[in-house]
């Protein structure tokens, strides 16, 4: 799209947030409603096919649950985001569903870290933005139910638990899974006032934090029972990621100067040994956490989360040149790949899951500099997913970014996250004025309404 005509879908208008004072920035009604269009095609297509349960398999047309059982995993996931576009029958149908159908008393195991990101959180949300009572019981019933979780001998927690028995296995976690629950077991604390949640998932913080090597990184796999690293490759990728997000996103929700302090100082050393510079573009790679080694150089879909904690941080220069680099990753097939060797430019893991961190961290950038170029790079990264994973039902993921062969599977956080931030960086200030809450990792958005 030309300047001139990308400016001709823009409005201009005057935002201040209560956290940060922004200049006048552009608007785009024309592009934020297209992605509310496509947002019902996608949900039309869930309501269809796969109403009631976990999410829709958009190529064949089928329901999938997770766990053989439904836990509403995309209406819980999606409902605050049907409220933000201001769907009122979408709402008014997925609110029915939930409180009249959605149970944790289930016989099965289930996987902490992701319940509490898209369910826990989710229900937060809810019950924050839409005032009803029902919500927060049912987040406080499976806050409940996973507690157990954090039954070790360091305070940090299983992967899986049963939701009936209170039974955890699974003693071998990492970083991301250890350290993303604060925010949703803080904010049940906080609205219960029951304060066992934010002590428990606050403790798993500190002792991770407290493992760290002597230069100051994390590794990918730790024992939980032993406190023993079994994996100590570091990165900002998937199994660490949003470790370092919470710290400091617990430091601007609750006020926890602690997790100020462990994000200052985590980041102080992923700076100085997982930056890397190739053809003097930044980027981050792989290092062994004791000796800061490099083992590899690779960057992917879910390292794209971090010029997002950069800003959020106050380091706007360093999130601007690797969102650039993110940028070019995402141009070199057309659509971002899950991995590449930024070496070489090369794909080393093809697929396209509908992620939405690079769409996250141009919501920022665009804040936090006012430069259009953000929302252009959100044009650009709407019209590739409708380009290449539309179907006639829904969006299907994509098994290779360079064949654009499509999969069967479209993730809740399609709705939660992808879709969100495509629509708020074409709407600022519209439905959710920027700095009046702390998104969660799953993009639920949580407002501090208690007092200390």
């Known amino acids: 799209m030309t300047n001139r005509g990308y400016s001709f879908l823009c409005l201009v208008v005057l935002h201040v947030s209560p956290l940060f004072s922004q200049p ?17 095609h996608a949900w039309n297509g869930y309501r269809n096919y796969a109403w009631g349960h976990d999410a ?16 509403y995993m995309t209406p819980v996931d999606a409902f605050d985001t049907i409220l933000l576009m201001g769907l009122s029958k979408e709402a008014a149908e997925a609110k029915k569903l939930i409180l009249d159908s959605l149970s944790f008393n289930k016989n099965i195991e289930v996987q902490a870290f992701e319940i509490i990101i898209r369910l826990l959180g989710g229900l937060l949300s809810s019950h924050q933005m839409d005032g009803d009572e029902r919500f927060l019981k049912l987040a406080e019933d499976l806050g409940n139910r996973l507690l157990p979780i954090y039954n070790s001998p360091t305070g940090m927690p299983y992967r899986y638990v049963h939701l009936q028995t209170g039974k955890t296995r ?15 077991f803080g904010t049940l604390s906080k609205l219960t006032r029951n304060p066992i949640y934010y002590e428990k998932a606050k403790k798993a913080l500190v002792e991770l934090y407290a ?7 994390v590794g990918t796999w730790i024992n939980i029972e032993t406190g023993e690293w079994v994996n100590t490759r570091s990165h900002i990728s998937g199994a660490i990621d949003s470790y370092y997000e919470y710290l400091f996103k617990a430091w601007l929700l609750f006020g926890d100067k602690e997790c100020k302090l462990m994000y200052d100082e985590g980041m102080k050393a992923v700076n100085a040994y997982i930056a890397d510079e190739k053809r003097g573009e930044l980027w981050y790679g792989v290092v062994d956490m004791h000796s800061g080694n490099r083992l590899a150089t690779t960057y992917g879909s879910l390292d794209a989360f971090l010029p997002a904690v950069l800003c959020l941080g106050g380091d706007v220069e360093r999130a601007k040149r690797l969102q650039e680099s993110g940028y070019n990753m995402w141009n070199l097939h057309g659509i971002e790949p899950e991995m590449i060797d930024y070496d070489s430019m090369k794909v080393r893991a093809a697929e396209y899951h509908l992620r939405p961190e690079i769409i996250e961290s141009a ?14 790079m959100g044009d650009t990264f709407l019209k590739s997913i409708k380009t290449y994973c539309r179907t006639e039902t829904a969006y299907a993921y994509l098994k290779n970014v360079v064949t654009k062969e499509q999969a069967d599977g479209m993730e809740s956080f399609f709705f939660a996250e992808t879709l969100k931030y495509l629509y708020l960086l074409f709407s600022p200030g519209e439905t959710l004025p920027f700095g009046s809450v702390v998104f969660t990792t799953e993009a639920h958005p949580i407002r501090k309404t208690w007092k200390e």
């Open 24 to 40: 006048r920035l552009p608007h785009c009604p024309a592009l934020a409603e297209s992605v509310k269009v496509e947002f019902l």
């Open 56 to 71: 829709l398999k958009p190529l064949s047309k089928q329901p999938h649950d997770w766990y053989g059982v439904s836990l």
């Open 170 to 184: 699974d003693a071998r976690n990492n970083p991301a899974e250890i350290g993303t629950a604060l925010l949703e």
């Open 211 to 217: 493992r760290r090597s002597k230069i100051g990184l």
């Open 363 to 376: 919501y920022y950038l665009y804040y936090y500099t006012g430069d259009v170029k953000y929302q252009k």
